[in-house]
């Protein structure tokens, strides 16, 4: 199995590949290329030809993927009946499913399918849908794709207009402060700066990484690069950054566990160490990823009464160690 070929970037942005401009004779090859320039993921658009005029592929290509790369797979359907196949393409090792608002069917059942599966949930949203057509799924969502361009083919250019969706999409992810805004469609270094300003996440690039003649992880670290700065020169401070983790509390042994899982329960991973401060007295120190910071000092106080052990000496323990490091 591959692995990414560089160290995780220090920033916010990320940028997924599209294999929908790669060689489909040689995609083994074309993953370990992207792997090698440092790609963060990879991008699997799945069309059925009828939702969108193209077929591509289904879960057997995206289990063939999935063996030779670590990096996660972020699978987009554009197709007619997501809630039909999608547990094929959970099982092929997606990390992601986002299927399109406008699907005739009904969306709720499929959105709490792929989050009971412990994978991330998204809705897309095409250039003529109005970004309120998410208002009955908010609080199903992790990850909103604006579609830059119209689904179904490579190659087009971004869609300017499709811009102001990107930070209107935050509010649907409120209650998921690891949530992501995708833009997908017209991604290239000449409009990155413009859309990391707008605060989107994750800038998924496809004929500008793979089209041939292409330095596929100069233009990776170009977009990257470039959407960090757009919004650090937009809104006077750098974002912060995705994969930094920073210590919210420090607790009693026997409290850190309950802790962790209700911070799970949030949709927020966390990792329990030994506390540097006194680590002879046992006490472990908990971290969570930055951007999840101040959403869980928020909610210290619930976590913490939750964990307290149910004995009077753990009480009296909790009185006087409960503040955060």
């Known amino acids: ?5 560089t160290a995780a970037p220090a920033g916010h942005a990320r940028v997924a590949a599209s294999i929908l401009d790669a060689d489909p004779a040689n995609l083994a090859r074309e993953i370990r290329r992207g792997e090698r320039g440092g790609a963060d993921r990879f991008h699997l658009d799945v069309m059925d030809g009828h939702f969108v005029p193209n077929i591509t592929f289904g ?3 995206v289990a063939a993927i999935r063996r030779v790369t670590r990096l996660p797979l972020d699978v987009h359907l554009m197709i007619s009946e997501p809630s039909r196949y999608v ?5 092929a090792g997606a990390d992601s499913v986002t299927f399109h608002v406008e699907v005739g069917e009904p969306k709720d059942a499929t959105l709490r399918a792929i989050r009971a599966a412990d994978r991330a949930a998204g809705l897309a949203v095409s250039p003529q849908t109005p970004i309120e057509a998410l208002e009955p799924y908010r609080g199903l969502l992790d990850i909103v794709m604006v579609m830059g ?3 179904g083919f490579g190659g087009q250019a971004l869609i300017l207009e499709c811009v102001a969706k990107i930070p209107r999409a935050r509010d649907f992810l409120v209650d998921r402060p690891l949530g992501e805004v995708h833009i997908d469609g017209g991604v290239n270094r000449d409009n990155a700066e413009l859309l990391g ?15 041939r003649g292409r330095d596929l992880g100069r233009e990776v670290r170009l977009i990257r690069s470039l959407a960090d700065e757009g919004w650090a020169i937009s809104h006077g401070a750098p974002r912060v950054p995705r994969d930094r983790w920073v210590p919210v509390v420090v607790v009693e042994r026997e409290r850190a566990e309950p802790i962790r899982a209700g911070l799970g329960a949030l ?3 966390a990792i329990v160490v030994a506390s540097e401060e006194r680590p002879a007295t046992g006490r472990r120190e908990v971290l969570v990823p930055a951007p999840a910071e101040s959403y869980v000092r928020a909610r210290l106080p619930d976590l913490l009464r939750d964990a307290v052990p149910a004995t009077p000496a753990g009480a009296a323990r909790e009185r006087g160690s409960s503040g955060p490091a």
């Open 267 to 269: 949709g927020i991973p």
């Open 1 to 5: 199995m591959g692995t990414q070929g």
């Open 87 to 91: 547990d094929g393409f959970l099982a």
């Open 59 to 61: 879960p057997s290509t």
């Open 197 to 211: 300003a707008a605060g989107v996440d994750i800038l998924i690039g496809g004929s500008a990484l793979y089209r």
């Open 149 to 151: 361009v119209d689904p």
